[in-house]
């Protein structure tokens, strides 16, 4: 029953599994969620015959729903996700009962069927990875970004996450972004689209915008704003770009209309909050204005009742900004001067385990609604970042919600997900799309940037990430050989040290890309921190729909700096 | 001088071990402020000061020679010596090894006694561990010839080790070898110990001083010069371990020594809590590649990586010292080996990895003796990390070399003269070594082939046969087929073809011997050494009658087998001579003669500018037509009579074969069966193999290799130089009279000895075993090295087998002696002695019984035509 939807409509985003958002399914027939929990049951329990009820309902549910709460009432297990680390405690728990599943299938028939060999494994780490390296003039690269190492491992199909990574051509600098989409890919593929032009027409002088503007007027060839840099997977798509094209020229018209003349200085705070601010805006708009075509006017529909987050780096010489919006996670990888790694987070994850973003919430709404706003650490009971794009649910009023979907298309009207209505739902909007902006001005020990989607913060510890990008980058043959010296070391512990160091020496020579480095230790790695093929070989050949049980959508952009540029400005200033 | 070595040694034993050798460095640097002033001449320069320089000088000294000097660059007793690990092995695959070993043990145990200075000699015992049933084989082997030579030993059950040793971790255990008489030693004080022996019989020792190069006059060593002078002397030996090879091209005239170093690491650990039993046995666990002992209540344990690290490729460099450091990663699947063999060693506290060097050698072996260019000039190096064990026993033969001509027992294997300057390339010594250093501990299995440093000498019919399935080995670099694989056949992989058993090739081979008897089939044999020797008078038939023992006064186109004796009647050669003019004549001998046989040729030949010697191995292409259709082929392509009348055997003559003309054809196989061996110049011998082929087609022709010639030639009971024949082998007591003629008119090299042996009888005599109740495919194959037994008494070694497709059984070469009752002195061997005895032959503890004979087995049955059979060929194996 559960499995139905899951199935059938999964580009509909009315599944509950592995869903940011989301809303029991009912059938007519079956109208309390009560009842439909014996069909995940049904469906989990061959598959973990030897365990009690209660694991697996820890792991169907929990893992499930990590990012929204079917109905909490039914749901116990979730204390775990209170834990510091829950994403490493709940992985690990399913994880046992798979493996005993698989060993058990193993004997019974297919013996090596879930075993990939390193050539398999690797060609599916490597399927989206991306490099690029800022080309050099001259032999030199006067960009303080060497270039970038991008690449995402799906754990729902399709991927809900998105990447964008763009070099702006008419001011300096250099935009990132990672984009987690929850209920579909819809929003965060539109985001992934548009983002980057509203920021880059946020940072244009009043010029360059008017010269536009004049150019699309008479009809002559548009000035580029930004080159991409894509990989062969990352799609635009065709049938929007029109509408997408006049949402964002009316952007451009109002900022021109808005300003006075006066060439004042660009806030790139401002303009990412404001970029951020007006395409939510422009998505909201568009899914209430409807289109006469109805390819597009369901497809702004789905942007808007879908929802992601955004995590966005702009890098112009030593200026780097971070906009947030969600949880996902920018991380600096700064090196100290006696070669260790250590991790500078430069962006706060909009969830219910940040305080500053729960007092924000009660402040936004009536006292009464203090215990439901934020339920079972999720925004409602229902959607784990605080905040996002889309997701319109929780940002229209009810009038405003049920009239749209009155009016839209079928497919929309027979769509359980988008006619629920959240519970507790007094005082919209409860959602925004406003990011929090961090600068941090770079120095020659930053040494990298990692903006990953949380799919990789829940598996692995910052510092861990850190420090492996970081030994990645620096190369193994840089590692210092093991002197004993005058220390006291025991056979056992070099034995030990030595294994780690074999076990990452093979993993760090498969991989070119740090991303695809850093994914392979997220999903291999054993209790060591080593890689280990045969978790890794089991975790990816997990079949598509019990995927998302052990893992979420990964998504990793490694923006390596220049520090000789880098440097080279901060003398400058000096 | 004494007094000063003597210092040193003094406070050696205040401060043994490896941390408070600085102390030792800072008093001999105190010392060497005093300049010394080299002596100016010395019977005997001594290069090296390590255990096998101090070794040889005192040997040399003990046996009574003076003036000799020993010069050390660094200080004594540094390099590998200082490094070595201290483990004296007797459990050797190599008989002469296993000797070398036993003598050394037995001199390091009263050397204490002897000097008074303490060598840490510590009778422990070894055990060496087994994890697979092939490795248990390879023990009892070791076991069985070391029970025959006296070394107690025994196989032992994996219970027992875990009782003779409290942490080993024996459950992946089939069985063990336990040797209690091996010892540990600290190799540093027995190589001062050694110096001091020397020292106190007169040896001048000389340290901080380096031997820049040796001077050499008319191929004699004059003397030699230093960084602090130069010594005029009449023998230089170079034990310069691994700079051996550098000092050796230094020379004018440059001595080959091919050895390489390669990285080695062992550990030390700090000792236990309750510090180890200092008698607790040393282990080698050659499976898990690692040997441990017990050090200074902790451990030492160290291994021979798959992996091995070669080092100083291009000599001598300091940069690559310095750079000597620990490398844990390396060492790393030794350590999982060491702690899967000790769990307990977890909580053991690591003391350092020590980095030392060791050199090893092409073929595994050291090498002793003089090299074949320069008189005078000695090597002893290359150990293969076996310096220490091997070091007693390599110095006391290489002083009996130096002072009476030859050492007391055979050591051809080790001869500097089996390698010549091919083997001296340094990318080959490089590629080898990475293969040799894993070989110490990999399974030792019968006719095994190095797999690298191939392809460099080959026929030019190498590509010919290639692609007709010949697989190849390889023999002074030389590349001869072993068997063709037919078409549509398959053989095993290269690792899992190594076994004790029956091989995979068994048959294969059987249809080459059957058709080498019923129709006719061809060998490349073009390895073969070949020399002509040519002179404008009759100067080459002197000296040949000199040097050979059979009549070389034979009509033109006769060919003679005859050995080349050394004084003592022994053979140093094994060779087929045909006269090809009154004043030519063409040698033929085996493969790995081409140095030795060529210095010998030299030291002994007048040196006249009329008498030509030339190597023309290279000129040739050697086939042999084996087969009773061998006449038919060669008379279709040649036009000429090949019949008996006309081509008697033991015939040699120039004839056209095909279109090519000039080809050398002698009717002999160097197998006994019938047929023709064709020398072929080498642009001719494509052709004349394609049109042997295509008109042999209907006889039935094919290609066979050696494996097929050898089972026919030990069927025959024709030994092989090398290994049934040696140095200290007479023709008497090998049934070689017919090849020796006592009254030839001229007293030639070891006729008094011959003579001497006529009279009084030999005391050993090889013998012909044909294996009664063995089951060629259940039991162990014989390979060679097996004890015979006597009437359930050991009476000596087989030194080879094959099986005998026309016997159906398995036959062994052996030599058999007669030990007294009393005091095992030798007593002489007769036919009788041979003939009344009941035989048995001991494979890997298995003893099975033969029959011994003293002739070949068909000779019985065709009495006839013996004198032919026995002339027919005979030396083989080259």
């Not at chain 1, 040494?447 to 829940?458: I, P, Q, R, S, Y």
């Not at chain 2, 060693?345 to 050698?361: A, D, G, H, Q």
């Not at chain 2, 030194?799 to 030599?815: E, I, K, N, Q």
Request: glycine share 6%; net charge negative.
């Amino acid at each position: 029953m559960l499995s139905a939807p899951c199935c059938d409509d999964r580009r509909m985003c009315v599944c509950p599994g592995p869903r940011r958002i989301g809303i029991p399914v009912r059938t007519s027939s079956l109208p309390l969620f009560s009842d439909a929990m014996p069909a995940p049951t049904q469906l989990f329990f061959p598959l973990i015959r030897n365990c009690e009820l209660s694991r697996i309902y820890g792991t169907a549910c929990y893992c499930h729903h990590k990012h929204l709460c079917c109905s909490p009432t039914y749901i116990p297990q979730n204390r775990l996700r209170y834990t510091p680390h829950p994403a490493y405690a709940t992985f690990c728990r399913p994880r046992e009962n798979w493996w005993q599943y698989t060993q058990g299938r193993r004997y019974a028939s297919t013996p090596q069927k879930f075993y990939l060999t390193p050539p398999q494994v690797n060609s599916i780490l490597k399927a989206n990875e991306y490099s690029f390296k800022v080309p050099e003039f001259d032999g030199k690269n006067v960009s303080s970004i060497l270039g970038f190492d991008s690449n995402q491992l799906p754990a729902n199909a399709p991927i809900e996450d998105r990447r964008s990574a763009a070099t702006c051509l008419q001011t300096r600098g250099m935009l990132l972004g990672v984009f987690d989409g929850h209920a579909g890919c819809a929003c965060s593929q539109a985001v992934s689209e548009r983002l980057f032009y509203y920021i880059a027409v946020s940072l244009l002088p009043h010029e360059t915008l008017l010269e536009i503007e004049n150019a699309v007027e008479s009809g002559r060839a548009l000035l580029p704003i930004l080159q991409w840099h894509k990989h062969p997977n990352d799609y635009f798509s065709k049938e929007a770009s029109k509408l997408y094209f006049n949402s964002l020229r009316t952007y451009w018209q109002e900022l021109i209309d808005l300003n006075t003349g006066e060439s004042a200085d660009i806030d790139v705070k401002e303009a990412l909050i404001n970029a951020f601010k007006r395409l939510d805006n422009d998505i909201s708009l568009e899914a209430q204005v409807g289109d006469p075509n109805s390819f597009l006017n369901y497809l702004v529909l789905r942007v808007a009742f879908s929802g992601a987050t955004a995590c966005v780096a702009h890098v112009d010489g030593v200026d780097l900004h971070v906009a947030n919006t969600g949880d996902s996670r920018a991380m600096l990888g700064v090196q100290e001067e006696d070669g260790s790694w250590s991790a500078v987070t430069l962006s706060n994850d909009h969830n219910a385990q940040n305080e500053r973003e729960l007092e924000r919430l009660k402040l936004e709404h009536p006292k009464n609604e203090a215990k439901s706003v934020v339920k079972q650490d999720r925004l409602l009971g229902l959607l784990m970042p605080f905040r996002a794009f889309g997701d319109v649910k929780f940002k229209w009023s009810i009038d405003l919600q049920k009239r749209v979907i009155e009016s839209g298309p079928d497919q929309l009207n027979d769509n359980e997900y988008t006619k629920f209505i959240p519970p507790n739902y007094h005082t919209p909007p409860y959602l925004t799309a406003e990011p929090e902006v961090t600068y941090h001005r770079l120095r020659p020990q930053d040494k990298f940037l990692v903006l990953a989607t949380d799919g990789l913060w829940e598996t692995m510890h910052r510092q861990d990430v850190v420090r492996i990008v970081g030994e990645y980058l620096t190369g193994m043959h840089q590692q210092q050989p093991i002197a004993v010296g005058g220390y006291k070391v025991t056979l056992g512990q070099m034995h030990g040290l030595l294994t780690e160091r074999r076990a990452k020496m093979s993993s760090v020579f498969e991989d070119q890309n740090a991303a695809t480095h850093l994914i392979r230790h997220a999903v291999g790695n054993n209790e060591f921190g080593a890689v280990d093929h045969e978790r890794l070989s089991k975790m990816l050949s997990l079949p598509e729909e019990l995927a998302r049980m052990y893992r979420d959508d990964i998504t990793i952009i490694v923006v390596q700096f220049n520090s000789h540029v880098v440097g080279a400005y901060q003398n400058q200033e000096q | 001088m004494l007094y000063r070595l003597l210092s040193i040694v003094q406070r050696q034993r205040t401060s043994p071990g490896w941390q408070t050798w600085s102390s030792t460095r800072s008093s001999t640097s105190a010392t060497e402020s005093h300049s010394v002033t080299l002596p100016a001449q010395a019977y005997v320069v001594i290069c090296g000061g390590g255990i096998l320089g101090t070794s040889v000088a005192y040997h040399l000294s003990k046996m009574g020679w003076q003036d000799i000097v020993l010069l050390e660059q660094g200080r004594l007793a540094a390099g590998s010596t200082r490094f070595c690990a201290g483990i004296l092995s007797t459990a050797r695959h190599s008989s002469i090894e296993q000797k070398m070993a036993d003598y050394s043990n037995k001199l390091y145990c009263h050397l204490e006694q002897e000097t008074g200075i303490q060598t840490g000699y510590l009778r422990t015992g070894s055990i060496s561990l087994a994890q697979t049933q092939d490795r248990l084989i390879s023990l009892k082997r070791i076991n069985s010839r070391l029970n025959v030579v006296g070394i107690p030993s025994e196989i032992i059950s994996p219970k027992k080790v875990a009782e003779l040793h409290p942490f080993l971790n024996v459950h992946d255990l089939v069985g063990a070898l336990h040797v209690p008489e091996d010892a540990v030693v600290s190799s540093p004080d027995v190589a001062l110990a050694l110096a001091s022996a020397a020292s106190q019989n007169g040896v001048q020792i000389y340290d901080r001083t380096s031997v820049l190069h040796v001077l050499i006059k008319k191929g004699q060593v004059t003397g030699v010069e230093t960084d602090k002078g130069q010594i005029e002397c009449q023998y230089f030996v170079n034990c310069a371990g691994q700079w051996a090879y550098e000092l050796g091209l230094s020379n004018e005239e440059p001595v080959s020594i091919p050895l390489h170093a390669c990285e080695h690491f062992y550990l030390l650990t700090r000792p236990w809590e309750t510090p180890l039993q200092s008698n607790t046995p040393t282990i080698v666990d050659a499976d898990g590649r690692i040997y441990i002992r017990n050090w200074q209540g902790g451990i030492l344990s160290g291994g021979f990586e798959k992996n091995p690290k070669p080092i100083f490729t291009e000599g001598k460099n300091q940069l690559e010292i310095q750079n000597l450091r620990e490398d844990w990663d390396h060492f790393e699947p030794l350590l999982s080996s060491l702690l899967r063999r000790m769990p307990v060693l977890e909580t053991l506290e690591i003391l350092k990895l020590v980095n030392c060097p060791e050199t090893f050698t092409p073929d595994m072996k050291c090498i002793m003796g003089e090299s074949p260019v320069v008189q005078g000039y000695f090597v002893l190096a290359g150990m293969n990390s076996a310096g220490l064990s091997l070091g007693g026993g390599a110095g006391k033969f290489l002083a009996e070399w130096m002072v009476y001509g030859y050492p007391t027992e055979n050591v051809w294997e080790l001869d500097l003269q089996r390698f010549g300057a091919l083997q001296s390339s340094r990318t080959f010594l490089r590629h080898r070594v990475m293969e040799v250093m894993p070989l110490m501990y990999d399974l030792k299995v019968p006719r095994w082939d190095f797999q690298t440093g191939r392809q460099l000498r080959t026929s030019p019919l190498y590509d010919r046969l290639d692609a007709q399935g010949a697989r190849w080995m390889e023999k002074h670099g030389f590349e001869r087929p072993k068997y063709f694989v037919p078409p549509n056949k398959d053989l095993l992989a290269l690792e899992q073809s190594k076994t004790f058993y029956k091989p995979d090739w068994f048959d294969i081979v059987e249809s080459e011997v059957k058709c080498c008897k019923e129709a006719v089939c061809v060998i490349d044999m073009s390895s073969f050494t070949k020399f002509e020797i040519t002179s404008t008078g009759d100067q080459a038939l002197e000296s040949l009658q000199y040097l050979f023992s059979n009549d070389l006064d034979v009509p033109v186109g006769h060919i003679v087998h005859t050995g080349m004796l050394n004084e003592c009647g022994g053979y140093e050669n094994d060779c087929s001579i045909a006269r090809l003019n009154k004043r030519s004549f063409f040698m033929i001998s085996p493969t790995d003669q081409q140095v030795h046989c060529w210095a010998w040729l030299n030291k002994y030949m007048p040196k006249d500018s009329s008498l030509l010697l030339e190597d023309v191995t290279w000129k040739y292409t050697a086939l042999n037509l084996i087969g009773p259709r061998a006449v038919d082929v060669l008379s279709e392509l040649s036009y000429a009579p090949m019949t008996p009348d006309h081509f008697p055997t033991l015939f040699c003559k120039e004839m056209s074969v095909g279109y090519a003309n000039g080809i050398r054809v002698m009717s002999m196989t160097h197998t006994g069966e019938p047929g023709f061996m064709l020398y072929i110049p080498i642009e001719y011998a494509l052709h004349v193999y394609n049109e042997v082929m295509s008109v042999g087609q209907k006889y039935g022709i094919r290609n066979a290799g050696y494996y097929a010639l050898r089972s026919l030639r030990i069927e025959k009971f024709f030994a092989f130089w090398g290994q049934d024949l040696n140095t200290l082998t007479t023709p008497l007591e090998c049934g070689g009279e017919s090849r020796v003629k006592l009254e030839k008119g001229i007293d030639f090299i070891g006729r008094n000895a011959l003579l001497q042996q006529k009279q009084n009888g030999v005391y050993k005599r090889l013998a012909m075993f044909i294996l009664d109740d063995h089951d060629t495919d259940l039991d162990l194959w014989p390979w060679w090295g097996e004890p015979i037994y006597r009437n359930g008494k050991y009476a000596g070694k087989t030194t080879s087998s094959a099986y005998s497709y026309t016997l159906d059984r398995h036959v062994c070469l052996g030599y058999v002696h007669n030990f007294s009752e009393d005091n095992g002195e030798e007593q002489v061997v007769t036919a009788d002695f041979i003939n009344r005895g009941e035989y048995e032959i001991d494979i890997a503890g298995h003893r099975f019984q033969a029959k011994a004979k003293l002739y070949p087995v068909t000779s019985f049955f065709t009495h006839k035509r013996r004198k032919d059979d026995v002339e027919l060929s005979d030396f083989h194996g080259k």
